[in-house]
Every structure is written in structure tokens, then in C-alpha cells.
T-cell receptor
Framework: GAVVSQHPSRVICKSGTSVKIECRSL??????MFWYRQFPKQSLMLMAT?????????EQGVEKDKFLINHASLTLSTLTVTSAHPEDSSFYIC??????????FGSGTRLTVV | AQSVSQHNHHVILSEAASLELGCNYS??????LFWYVQYPGQHLQLLLK??????LVKGIKGFEAEFIKSKFSFNLRKPSVQWSDTAEYFC????????????FGAGTRLFVKA
């Protein structure tokens, strides 16, 4: 089945540093990748949509300069949290559409900024 | 804009009880509907999906959902729950007219007492 591999699964970083999260589609081409954020005990909130070879589309209220998204190939999309602060601590999940299975999700990245 | 409403935030049931989780969406056009489950400490998994055809959809682990277009609803059901069904359940919708962005409901936490 379709698999999206997301790394790292957990990361702890110091305030002010940047963190890169990668999502790779392993057995299919992901021309689109959705990036979500999940706060504790809350639902997933769509942050942005990345499309291979073009600029990402950000949802209202999401700072594009803080959450840099790159989708340079059909199998790789990255989210970089720049100058991270404690309020950026969250669970970040990527998802790619696959017509066979609907939408395949990565396993998520738990970011803790100290 | 699309939105998804899940009526119950927390549900507690005893084993063998029947389950129905409500989900309503707002979007006037054609939609794709999903139910996802997130077991404790795990990532999202697809339970079932509706794209078209028979409005009664059967998914994994004995779950089913019925799409009622006139009510904009996609309720999840299971005749007899098990302790292992303890998890959080998310209803989600996307639409071709909305760029296939998947919008999630707030989630329902189900706890099944053994």
C-alpha cells in the first residue's frame, strides 16, 4: 500500500533554532503534500499545501516565513520551522493523496522547543 | 468554506455496546468523506471512505458509515464495540471544488470499558 515516511518522529530543539521535517512517498508519486498541525487534545489543522515544483499555499493565519515548505521532487516534501519558539511545540503530520487509499498520512513529528 | 462538525467530544461505552458517532459537514457540492482513527500513541489510520456509489460504506474492524446527502451527514457506526476500539475518531471531508484540501472535525474520544 501507499506509504509516506516522515522523519524525525521526535525532535527537541532549543528556542531560536530551526528544525526540518521530511516526508517521503515511498511507492507512489506525491505531486501534492498537505501539512497539518495537531495540538494536544485537538483536531488536525491544515497549515499548507505543497505542490511539486511550485510555491506552497498557506492557510490563513499560518506564517509562510516561519514555516518554510519545499516540494522539490515528486517523492519529497519538507517543512522547516524557522527560529522555533516554545509555542511552536506541536505534532506535525504530512499527508499525500493517493487515489487507491484516499489520503496516506506520515507517522508524525513531535516537536518540542525548549 | 468547508467545515466538519462532530457532535460528541467524549464517549464512554461498555464492551458490546453499539456505537454511533455523528458527523455533519457543510459544503454544497460533491464531497469525499472519510473516517480516521488514532489509537493511543499511534498515527492516523483510515477506517473507511466514501467517494461515490452505495451510501452505506463498510470499513475495517467492523465499522460502517452512512452518507445521507440530504442531511449532510456521515455517521460512523459499529454494532458491538471492543475495548481495543478505545481511540480518537476523526471525520474528514474534502471536495474537488475545494482543491481536495482535507478538513477534519474536532475528533471524538471513545473510551470502551472492559
Amino acid at each position: 500500500g501507499a506509504v509516506v515516511s516522515q522523519h524525525p518522529s521526535r525532535v527537541i530543539c532549543k528556542s531560536g533554532t530551526s528544525v526540518k521535517i521530511e516526508c517521503r512517498s515511498l511507492d507512489f508519486q506525491a505531486t501534492t503534500m498537505f501539512w497539518y498541525r495537531q495540538f494536544p487534545k485537538q483536531s488536525l489543522m491544515l497549515m499548507a499545501t505543497s505542490n511539486e515544483g511550485s510555491k506552497a499555499t498557506y492557510e490563513q493565519g499560518v506564517e509562510k516565513d516561519k514555516f518554510l515548505i519545499n516540494h522539490a521532487s515528486l517523492t519529497l516534501s519538507t517543512l522547516t520551522v524557522t527560529s522555533a519558539h516554545p509555542e511552536d511545540s506541536s505534532f506535525y503530520i504530512c499527508s499525500a493523496p493517493d487515489t487507491n487509499y484516499g489520503y496516506t498520512f506520515g507517522s508524525g513529528t513531535r516537536l518540542t522547543v525548549v | 468554506a468547508q467545515s466538519v462538525s462532530q457532535h460528541n467530544h467524549h464517549v464512554i461505552l461498555s464492551e458490546a455496546a453499539s456505537l454511533e458517532l455523528g458527523c455533519n459537514y457543510s459544503y454544497g457540492g460533491t464531497v469525499n468523506l472519510f473516517w480516521y482513527v488514532q489509537y493511543p500513541g499511534q498515527h492516523l489510520q483510515l477506517l473507511l471512505k466514501y467517494f461515490s456509489g452505495d451510501p452505506l460504506v463498510k470499513g475495517i474492524k467492523g465499522f460502517e458509515a452512512e452518507f445521507i446527502k440530504s442531511k449532510f451527514s456521515f455517521n460512523l457506526r459499529k454494532p458491538s464495540v471492543q475495548w481495543s476500539d478505545t481511540a480518537e475518531y476523526f471525520c474528514a471531508v474534502n471536495a474537488p471544488g475545494g482543491g481536495f484540501k482535507t478538513i477534519f472535525g474536532a475528533g471524538t474520544r471513545l473510551f470502551v470499558k472492559a
